[in-house]
């Protein structure tokens, strides 16, 4: 008998037989490689975080109570995921539905059962940070609950939120900056505590909080919602379709979010690897190449991605019958809406849909118009910093200038928090809006200015600070 043909033929019984495509996107898994299945060891840990509050924010609240369901139907305990969310839109005023969240329009509840392990004035940078390493001193409030992994134990991390060029926005006290983040987890991976890490990351130019910054060589791997120069995208907004029900006002999911959930939702997860979720989140969220989308990427550990993401997720039992194919794409939307401009979605549509000369929609009126003053006060006053430090023509040119892929966002990350204090004690907060500014803020530390010429050049341009919400320092400076 020839050998060739009886060896393709043992090949592909091998390959029946192991019940999972050993060939996971661009990896080639041998047969002598030990599989991923229910022998796993170690344990299962998950962070789950909500970085903003306020109702027209519901998209990310949302999210992460959905990925809560996800982990639990997939088997991990909830001993072993830590959410974190102001937790202020279950039963917020504006919500149709009291005490319930959904995360699509004909979605079931997903709050049900969240655990409130860091709410409020809770969610925190810091307290992230101290649940990550497992320093429950360092914790200020909350449950106490921290990642105590050991050696053997995969960690998966989810964040959703608002985000800038090296910023990711918290709801309570500075926001997290790209550095900071990075050198926890390259903490986290010398104390030897976690054998691989998995982080899903949805903000705009969330690619900046990893590029030229994540090791490829300390067992982490991410995705991240957007490259380092441009926006995410909500979805399930008002006059999308599918819209969500006629009574919601707001968004309520991410585009990013959402794919890589709803596809998990729906597959056995034991023959799904990272990477082909990867690629897939990747085609639905490009959006086809129209105006509407961002581009996902990865960074890390690369390889890691031939993990099953039942390693880091579980599956859900149910699933066991649905294989993953390439061709089970999940379509999108009709079209999304820039994560900056979800809010002004929300106003605006409280305010088209609330009866004539009603308090509400005076209340929505004024929400509007705050939202667009404060826009144009942070534009404006941010372009008048660049002209005062480096000149009318040529001051456009340094604060919109991108650095060529691969390096990182700045070079001095303390410089880069100066800045924003210096700016922010003349000029009143960035908010979420005023974080699309961060990369102004780098390249002005890039150009060696000092934080005294940056104090005066702010002082300058703003002669007050707009009495407004969105202006206010009452909640404390980003930096």
Same mark, same amino acid.
């Given at each position: 008998?020839?050998?060739?043909?009886?060896?393709?033929?043992?090949?592909?019984?091998?390959?029946?037989?192991?019940?999972?495509?050993?060939?996971?996107?661009?990896?080639?898994?041998?047969?002598?490689?030990?599989?991923?299945?229910?022998?796993?060891?170690?344990?299962?840990?998950?962070?789950?975080?909500?970085?903003?509050?306020?109702?027209?924010?519901?998209?990310?609240?949302?999210?992460?109570?959905?990925?809560?369901?996800?982990?639990?139907?997939?088997?991990?305990?909830?001993?072993?995921?830590?959410?974190?969310?102001?937790?202020?839109?279950?039963?917020?005023? /504006?919500? #149709?539905? =009291?005490?319930?969240?959904?995360?699509?329009?004909? !979605? $079931?509840?997903?709050?049900?059962?969240?655990?409130? &392990?860091?709410?409020?004035?809770?969610?925190?940078?810091?307290?992230?940070?101290?649940?990550?390493?497992?320093?429950?001193?360092?914790?200020?409030?909350?449950?106490?609950?921290?990642?105590?992994?050991?050696?053997?134990?995969?960690?998966?991390?989810?964040?959703?939120?608002?985000?800038?060029?090296?910023?990711?926005?918290?709801?309570?006290?500075?926001?997290?900056?790209?550095?900071?983040?990075?050198?926890?987890?390259?903490?986290?991976?010398?104390?030897?505590?976690?054998?691989?890490?998995?982080?899903?990351?949805?903000?705009?130019?969330?690619?900046?909080?990893?590029?030229?910054?994540?090791?490829?060589?300390?067992?982490?791997?991410?995705?991240?919602?957007?490259?380092?120069?441009?926006?995410?995208?909500?979805?399930?907004?008002?006059? /999308?379709? #599918?819209? =969500?029900?006629?009574?919601?006002?707001?968004?309520? !999911? $991410?585009?990013?979010?959402?794919?890589?959930?709803? &596809?998990?939702?729906?597959?056995?997860?034991?023959?799904?690897?990272?990477?082909?979720?990867?690629?897939?989140?990747?085609?639905?969220?490009?959006?086809?190449?129209?105006?509407?989308?961002?581009?996902?990427?990865?960074?890390?550990?690369?390889?890691?991605?031939?993990?099953?993401?039942?390693?880091?997720?579980?599956?859900?039992?149910?699933?066991?019958?649905?294989?993953?194919?390439?061709?089970?794409?999940?379509?999108?939307?009709?079209?999304?809406?820039?994560?900056?401009?979800?809010?002004?979605?929300?106003?605006?549509?409280?305010?088209?849909?609330?009866?004539?000369?009603?308090?509400?929609?005076?209340?929505?009126?004024?929400?509007?118009?705050?939202?667009?003053?404060?826009?144009?006060?942070?534009?404006?006053?941010?372009?008048?910093?660049?002209?005062?430090?480096?000149?009318?023509?040529?001051?456009?040119?340094?604060?919109?200038?991108?650095?060529?892929?691969?390096?990182?966002?700045?070079?001095?990350?303390?410089?880069?928090?100066?800045?924003?204090?210096?700016?922010?004690?003349?000029?009143?907060?960035?908010?979420?809006?005023?974080?699309?500014?961060?990369?102004?803020?780098?390249?002005?530390?890039?150009?060696?200015?000092?934080?005294?010429?940056?104090?005066?050049?702010?002082?300058?341009?703003?002669?007050?600070?707009?009495?407004?919400?969105?202006?206010?320092?009452?909640?404390?400076?980003?930096?």
């Amino acid at each position: 008998m020839d050998p060739l043909p009886t060896f393709l033929f043992l090949i592909a019984v091998a390959t029946l037989v192991s019940g999972r495509r050993d060939l996971a996107g661009d990896f080639l898994r041998l047969p002598s490689q030990p599989d991923n299945d229910d022998n796993v060891q170690g344990t299962r840990w998950a962070i789950l975080l909500a970085g903003s509050n306020g109702y027209w924010n519901y998209r990310h609240q949302a999210d992460i109570c959905h990925a809560y369901q996800i982990l639990r139907k997939g088997g991990l305990k909830e001993e072993n995921i830590i959410v974190f969310m102001y937790d202020d839109i279950a039963f917020n005023e /504006e919500n #149709p539905r =009291p005490g319930v969240i959904i995360n699509k329009p004909d !979605g $079931d509840d997903v709050y049900e059962g969240v655990p409130k &392990d860091y709410t409020g004035e809770d969610v925190t940078a810091n307290n992230f940070f101290a649940a990550l390493l497992g320093n429950k001193s360092a914790l200020t409030g909350g449950s106490g609950k921290v990642v105590d992994s050991g050696p053997d134990d995969r960690i998966f991390i989810y964040y959703s939120d608002h985000g800038g060029p090296g910023v990711l926005g918290m709801p309570a006290g500075p926001y997290l900056y790209a550095s900071d983040l990075i050198e926890v987890l390259k903490k986290k991976h010398a104390s030897g505590t976690y054998k691989s890490l998995v982080f899903y990351l949805e903000a705009c130019e969330s690619g900046s909080i990893f590029e030229g910054l994540l090791p490829e060589d300390i067992n982490i791997y991410a995705t991240t919602a957007s490259n380092a120069e441009e926006s995410s995208w909500g979805t399930y907004c008002p006059g /999308e379709y #599918p819209s =969500p029900p006629p009574e919601y006002t707001t968004c309520l !999911g $991410d585009l990013y979010s959402v794919a890589w959930m709803e &596809d998990s939702d729906r597959h056995n997860l034991r023959t799904e690897t990272l990477h082909q979720q990867y690629k897939l989140v990747k085609e639905r969220t490009i959006y086809g190449g129209m105006y509407y989308g961002s581009h996902v990427m990865q960074y890390g550990d690369i390889e890691r991605s031939s993990d099953v993401l039942f390693l880091y997720l579980g599956t859900n039992p149910a699933n066991d019958n649905f294989t993953f194919a390439d061709e089970n794409s999940l379509g999108s939307p009709s079209k999304a809406v820039n994560q900056r401009d979800a809010d002004l979605i929300h106003f605006w549509d409280k305010f088209r849909k609330a009866p004539e000369g009603s308090p509400r929609k005076n209340a929505a009126q004024k929400q509007v118009l705050e939202a667009m003053s404060h826009r144009m006060h942070i534009d404006n006053s941010v372009k008048l910093v660049g002209k005062l430090l480096f000149g009318i023509e040529k001051g456009p040119e340094v604060l919109n200038a991108v650095r060529p892929s691969g390096l990182a966002l700045v070079d001095d990350w303390d410089c880069l928090k100066t800045m924003v204090r210096a700016f922010e004690t003349h000029c009143g907060s960035l908010s979420q809006y005023g974080m699309k500014h961060m990369r102004s803020f780098a390249n002005i530390c890039n150009a060696g200015i000092k934080n005294e010429q940056m104090a005066e050049a702010s002082a300058q341009a703003c002669v007050s600070i707009p009495a407004n919400t969105w202006s206010s320092l009452q909640r404390g400076f980003s930096a």
